[in-house]
C-alpha cells in the first residue's frame, strides 16, 4: 500500500529507462543507415602439399560458385597456399577437381588467383581485412570494400582450438580473427560479414566474435574433426569436404534470380551426412535468417537507380566563336594538366631522419661531443654507453692486480 | 693476491688450530683470538673489485632498459579528444547570408523579413551533424524610396537602390537576365540572393541562376505574402538542401576517396566486334565538357579521367523484342544484372595502379562511364521503366560504382548502309548528347537532380544549368556537406586511432604517424574555423586533406598487431643472459660485503684489548 501513495517517482524510474532505450533505439537506427552497394569475397586456403589437395578444391568450388552467382573477379580476393594444379604429382595437370567424376574442372577457365604460395601468411591475411598495406600493393590484393558492402569470407584448412594452420608453419588465433574484424567495422569496411569455415573444431575459431552484423558457420564444434567427402582414388588424394560438399549441392540448385535464404543453406547440412555438426552463431546480427536472401553474401546485387535526366549544359552555348575561345583556353590548361603527375608533397613527410650528418669533421672528439649533446638518436647513445663500461672494467682489473 | 691472503689466514688459522706451536704469539699479545681477531686492518680490494663488477651491472641497467624500449611516437591524444568533443558538441556551423529584395512592392521590410523568418525556421530541418546560421536582410525598393531591414547590422546588402527595375525582366532570355543580375548582386560576400519583382503582365516565372541569385517575376495583382513563402521555401530547399529533401545525404552519394581523388575512367565497349566497331574523339569532349567540371570540382575532390576502348563485351541480362516499339527493349528489373563483370575488364585503370603506389589506402571509387554499343541482333536496344514509358536518356547508375548508358548507333535501322568491321567515329552530336548524360550521372552520384526544374510545395522554380557542371550554388551545397562529413570522419578516424594504439601499449609507433597526426589536426582547425568564417571551398580543401591524413595514419602498414612483441617475450629472450650471471654477482658482492664485516669486526675486536692491554 505504501507504494501506491508514492506513483510519480515509480513513475519516473519506470520512464527514465524507457526513455534511454527510445533514444538509444534511435540514435543506432539513425547511425545504420548505409545502402548495400556491392558483395565482396574473401577466399583462403591454407594449407600446402599435394596430400591437401581437398582444401584447394575447395575454395576454388566456392570460388566458382560464387563466381557464377555473379561477384566479379575484381570483388573476389583469393588466397591459394599452393598450387595442385600444375603440382608434378598432378595425373591431370593444369586440372582441379572436386568430384570423382571429373565432370567439373575448377581450374578451367578464368581463375585469377590473387595471393599464391607463400604470400598467403597469417600477416597478409590481416592486412587483407583491416587494410593496411604497403604503398606497393596493387588494388587487385587490396579489399577495397565501402561500409555498404557485404563479404563472405570463406576459410579452409586444418585447425583446432580457437587457431587456424596457416602453411603448416604458422597460426591465425581467433582473437586475431576477432581484433581484426572488429577494426573493420570501426572503419566501416563492411556492412554485413559472413564467415564461413571448414576446418577441425572450427567453430571455436569464431568464439571472441562480438562486432555486430558478423554471421559465422563453422564445419564442426569443439571436440569434433571435419571429415572429407571421398576419396578419388585416380587422382589419388581426397578432393573435397563434407561441409562444402554440402554447400556446393545446395548452390548447384540455384540460380542468379533464385532467393533461397540463409536459414534454408544453414539448415541444409545434415550432421549425421557431415559426420561433425555444423553450428552457426548469429550473435549481434540484427536480421532473421529467414529473410535474408543467400544472394546477400553469394551473389552480387548492383543496386540501381535510373538516370532521369541529362544536364543540358551544352546546348546553352550561344556563339560559334565564343565557343572557340572557350575551347582555346581549356586546351592551354589541358596541356597543364597533361604534364605528370608532380610528387606529391606529402613525400617530405618520409624524410625523418632528423640529423643532418654533416661531412665527418677532422677532429673525431669534436664529432663525439656533437653526437653526445644531441643526444637525438638512442641507439647511438646506448652504444656509447656500454662502450665506456669497457675501461671502467679495466681501470677495476688493474686495481686488483 | 686474494688466494695468499687466504692461505696465509687459513695457514694461520691451521696453526692455532694444532694448539701448542707458536707461542710467541700469544704470549707477545695478551689473549690474541685469531679466530675473533685479526691484527692488521681487513683489505679493501676484493670488496672494491666485487663491488666494481655489481656496480657496473647497475649502471649498465639504464641503458639495456632503454634499448629495447619500444618507440612510440608522441601521439596527442588530448588534442584527438578535443576536435572530437567539439565537433559533438557545439554543432558544426555554417553562416548563411540571404538577402531578399522586392522590387515594386509596397510593403514593409520589417514585416516580411519576421514572415520569411518564420517561414525558414518551419522549413529548415535539423541536421544533428552540422547545421546553419542564418541572417537575412531584406530590401524593398519602390520607385523613390528603398528601405532595408534591419537598418544596421554587418551583414546588410551592398545592395544599390534602383539598380533592378521590372524592366530589365522583361525579356524572355534568361540568361542574359541571369548575368545582368550577377553584375548587380555579386560582390565580395557570398550571401544567396532573391529578387522578387512586380510588374510585366505575363503570368509567374521564377528562375534560379547559375551563381548565387533567383528571381521571380511576379504579376501585378500578387500579393507580397505568397511570394514570401516561396522565397523561403527556395533559400532553404534549394540553396541550403541543393535540391534535396533531406539535409544531409547518405554515405552513398559521397563517391569521393579517402584520399580526396577521384578517378574517372570513362569506357566504350563494342559488344561484337564483328558486328561494328565504334570509336570516338574523347579528346575534343574532355576539353569541352570535362575540363570545366573537374575545375569546378577542385575543392571537392581531386578528379582525374582517362578513358578507353573495349571490344568483346557483351551483357549479361536478356531483352526481349517488343513488336509496337521496333526494337529490343530491357526493363528496369534487368539493370542490376546488366553489368557483365567476368566480360568487362573495366578495372584496368592505370592512373589508379599508379596511385596505389602513393597512397596508403587508395579507398577512391573509380567511377566507370561505360557506354554500351548493342550488337546487331539487339538493336536498337531500349530501356523500360515500370510505367512503362521508354527512358529518354537511356541509362542508370549504380551509387558509388559509376554508371551506364545505352547507345545505339543510326546504322541500326538500315542495315543496307552501315559496313561491318571499319571503324566508326561517333558523331559529334551523339557524343555530346551522351556527354551531358554522363554529366547527369555524375551528378546524379553526388546525389544532385539534373531535371531542371524544381517542384517545391508553394511552386516551381526553372533551374538554369552551368557550363561547368555545377552551379555556384550547389558547389556551395557540396562544400558543405563534404566539409560536414569529411571533419567527422576526421575526428572519428583520430579517436579510433588513438583508442588503438593506447590498448596495444608495446606497438612501435613511427614518426610518420605522429606527423600525419599533427598535420591532420592543423587541417581539421584551420576547415573549423574556415568553415566558421564562411570560407566553403577552403574549408572543403583542408578537411578533406585533414580526412585523408587520418585515414593515412590509421591505416599506415606498420600497425600490426601481429608484428609487436610482447612483455613475456623480451623477458623470454634476455633473462637467460643476465639471471644467472646477475645471480652470481650479486651473490658474490653481498658474500664479500660479509666478509670484510666479519674481518673489520675482529679487527676493532683486537685493537679495542690491545688498546685496554697497554
Known amino acids: 500500500m505504501e507504494t501506491f501513495n508514492n506513483p510519480k517517482p515509480v513513475l519516473h524510474l519506470l520512464l527514465l529507462p524507457c526513455l534511454l532505450l527510445y533514444s538509444s533505439i534511435a540514435f543506432s537506427s539513425s547511425v545504420e543507415a548505409a545502402m548495400h552497394t556491392n558483395n565482396w569475397a574473401v577466399l583462403v586456403c591454407t594449407s600446402r602439399f599435394w596430400f591437401n589437395y581437398r582444401h584447394m578444391a575447395n575454395t576454388l568450388s566456392l570460388y566458382r560458385t560464387v563466381k557464377r552467382l555473379g561477384i566479379p573477379d575484381e570483388r573476389i580476393i583469393l588466397m591459394l597456399a599452393d598450387d595442385m594444379a600444375c603440382n608434378t604429382r598432378n595425373k591431370y ?26 604470400e598467403v601468411t597469417v600477416e597478409n591475411f590481416l592486412r587483407v581485412l583491416t587494410g593496411r598495406h604497403e604503398t606497393a600493393v596493387p588494388r587487385s590484393k587490396r579489399l577495397l570494400s565501402d561500409e555498404g558492402s557485404h563479404i563472405l569470407l570463406y576459410m579452409t584448412g586444418h585447425g583446432g582450438d580457437e587457431f587456424l594452420k596457416f602453411q603448416d608453419s604458422e597460426e591465425l588465433q581467433s582473437h586475431d580473427l576477432a581484433d581484426a574484424v572488429k577494426q573493420m567495422k570501426e572503419k566501416h569496411r563492411f556492412k554485413e560479414l559472413l564467415i564461413m569455415v571448414d576446418t577441425c573444431q572450427a567453430a571455436t575459431l569464431f568464439n571472441q566474435l562480438q562486432s555486430p552484423g558478423v554471421l559465422a558457420i563453422g564445419s564442426s564444434m569443439k571436440g569434433e574433426n571435419s571429415y572429407s567427402h571421398h576419396l578419388d582414388s585416380d587422382v589419388g588424394v581426397s578432393v573435397v569436404d563434407r561441409f562444402t560438399y554440402y554447400t556446393l549441392a545446395f548452390f548447384e540448385r540455384l540460380n542468379i534470380y533464385d532467393n533461397a535464404s540463409l536459414s534454408s543453406l544453414f539448415s541444409s547440412y545434415n550432421p549425421s551426412w557431415l559426420m561433425s555438426t555444423a553450428y552457426y552463431r548469429k550473435g549481434v546480427y540484427k536480421r532473421s535468417l529467414e529473410e535474408v536472401p543467400v544472394t546477400t553474401f553469394f551473389g552480387s546485387v548492383m543496386e540501381t537507380i535510373h538516370t532521369d535526366a541529362a544536364y543540358k549544359a551544352l546546348s546553352r552555348r550561344n556563339s560559334g566563336k565564343f565557343e572557340a575561345q572557350t575551347s582555346l583556353d581549356q586546351s592551354v590548361h589541358h596541356s597543364e594538366r597533361r604534364t605528370p603527375v608532380k610528387v606529391n608533397d606529402r613525400d617530405e613527410t618520409h624524410n625523418i631522419n632528423p640529423e643532418g650528418q654533416e661531412g665527418a669533421s677532422k677532429c673525431p672528439w669534436s664529432t663525439f661531443c656533437n653526437k653526445f649533446l644531441k643526444a637525438e638518436n638512442v641507439d647511438s647513445l646506448v652504444n656509447y654507453g656500454l662502450v665506456a663500461m669497457v675501461p671502467f672494467l679495466m681501470i677495476s682489473m688493474w686495481l686488483v692486480r | 693476491m686474494a688466494e695468499i691472503s687466504e692461505a696465509h689466514d687459513s695457514d694461520s688459522s691451521k696453526i692455532q688450530d694444532s694448539g701448542s706451536e707458536a707461542p710467541q704469539r700469544s704470549e707477545s699479545e695478551p689473549d690474541f683470538d685469531p679466530k675473533t681477531m685479526r691484527k692488521t686492518k681487513p683489505g679493501l680490494k676484493r670488496l672494491f673489485l666485487t663491488f666494481s663488477v655489481f656496480f657496473s651491472f647497475l649502471l ?81 525598393d519602390l520607385d523613390s524610396r528603398c528601405l532595408r531591414s534591419p537598418n544596421s547590422s554587418p551583414y546588410s546588402s551592398t545592395y544599390q537602390c534602383g539598380s533592378i527595375t521590372a524592366t ?48 521571380l517575376v511576379v504579376g501585378d495583382g500578387s500579393e507580397v505574402e505568397v511570394a514570401a513563402v516561396k522565397v523561403a521555401e527556395l ?13 544531409s545525404i547518405r554515405n552513398e552519394f559521397m563517391p569521393v576517396g579517402a584520399d580526396g581523388k577521384i578517378v574517372l575512367s570513362f569506357n566504350l565497349l563494342n559488344a561484337d566486334p564483328r558486328d561494328w566497331v565504334y570509336d570516338w574523339d574523347f579528346e575534343k569532349i574532355d576539353d569541352t565538357l570535362l575540363a570545366p567540371m573537374i575545375e569546378a570540382l577542385g575543392p571537392v575532390a581531386n578528379i582525374s579521367v582517362e578513358s578507353q576502348v573495349l571490344y568483346h563485351t557483351p551483357k549479361a541480362s536478356f531483352s526481349y523484342w517488343n513488336q509496337k516499339l521496333e526494337s529490343y527493349v530491357f526493363s528496369t528489373k534487368d539493370l ?44 536498337p536496344l531500349l530501356l523500360q521503366l515500370p510505367n512503362g514509358e521508354i527512358s529518354k536518356t537511356n541509362g542508370f547508375i549504380s551509387p558509388m560504382w559509376g554508371g551506364v548508358v545505352v547507345w545505339n548507333p543510326q546504322g541500326c535501322l538500315k542495315d543496307s548502309e552501315f559496313k561491318p568491321s571499319t571503324k566508326n567515329i561517333i558523331p ?10 554522363f554529366i547527369g550521372q555524375f551528378r546524379q552520384l553526388f546525389g544532385f537532380k539534373s531535371v531542371n526544374v524544381y517542384a517545391g510545395a508553394s511552386g516551381d522554380w526553372n533551374l538554369l544549368p552551368s557550363e561547368r557542371g555545377f552551379t555556384e550554388w550547389e558547389l556551395d551545397v557540396l562544400s558543405r556537406q563534404h566539409t560536414c562529413f569529411n571533419l567527422h570522419s576526421c575526428a572519428t578516424t583520430l579517436g579510433s586511432l588513438s583508442r588503438l594504439v593506447q590498448s596495444l601499449p608495446r606497438m612501435i609507433i613511427m614518426d610518420e604517424i605522429g606527423k600525419q597526426v599533427k598535420f591532420s589536426l592543423e587541417a581539421a582547425k584551420l576547415a573549423l574555423s574556415n568553415a566558421s568564417s564562411g570560407v566553403y571551398e577552403s574549408s572543403a580543401a583542408s578537411s578533406s586533406k585533414a580526412s585523408s591524413l587520418a585515414e593515412d595514419a590509421f591505416f599506415h602498414p606498420s600497425i ?28 658474490a658482492a653481498v658474500r664479500e660485503l660479509r666478509r670484510y664485516k666479519q674481518e673489520k669486526a675482529k679487527y676493532l675486536a683486537w685493537k679495542a684489548k690491545a688498546k685496554a692491554a697497554s
Open chain 2, 168 to 215: 530589365d525582366f522583361v525579356q524572355n532570355d534568361d540568361v542574359a537576365v541571369d548575368e545582368r543580375l550577377a553584375s548587380v548582386f555579386g560582390g565580395k560576400t557570398k550571401e544567396y540572393s532573391v529578387a522578387v519583382v512586380k510588374g510585366g503582365s505575363e503570368s509567374e516565372r521564377a528562375v534560379v541562376g547559375k551563381h548565387r541569385h533567383a528571381w
Open chain 2, 60 to 140: 649498465g641497467f639504464p641503458f639495456l632498459w632503454k634499448s629495447v624500449e619500444i618507440y612510440r611516437s608522441p601521439l596527442p591524444f588530448r588534442e584527438i579528444d578535443s576536435l572530437s568533443t567539439q565537433l559533438r558538441s557545439d554543432n558544426l556551423l555554417f553562416p548563411l547570408h540571404f538577402h531578399a529584395l522586392f522590387v515594386g512592392f509596397d510593403s514593409v521590410p520589417d514585416g516580411l523579413r519576421q514572415s520569411i523568418l518564420s517561414e525558414i525556421a518551419k522549413l529548415a530541418s535539423q541536421n544533428p551533424k552540422c547545421s546553419n546560421n542564418y541572417t537575412l536582410s531584406v530590401t524593398v
Open chain 1, 93 to 118: 595437370p593444369a586440372q582441379v577437381f572436386n568430384n570423382e567424376n571429373h565432370r567439373l574442372n575448377l581450374y578451367g577457365d578464368n581463375v585469377e588467383v590473387d595471393y599464391r604460395g607463400y
Open chain 2, 560 to 587: 600490426m598487431s601481429v608484428s609487436y612483441y610482447s612483455f613475456e617475450h623480451c623477458f623470454a629472450v634476455y633473462s637467460p643472459f643476465f639471471l644467472p650471471v646477475s645471480m652470481h654477482v650479486m651473490l
Open chain 2, 336 to 379: 542490376p544484372f546488366f553489368v557483365n563483370s567476368n566480360e568487362w575488364h573495366l578495372d584496368t585503370s592505370i592512373a589508379a595502379g599508379g596511385r596505389s603506389k602513393i597512397l596508403q589506402f587508395a579507398l577512391f571509387i573509380s567511377l566507370f562511364a561505360a557506354r554500351y554499343v548493342p550488337s546487331a541482333k539487339e538493336c
Open chain 2, 428 to 437: 559529334i552530336q551523339d557524343l555530346e548528347n551522351m556527354f551531358e548524360v
Open chain 2, 235 to 247: 533559400l532553404v530547399k534549394v540553396f541550403v538542401n541543393g535540391g534535396r529533401e533531406e539535409g
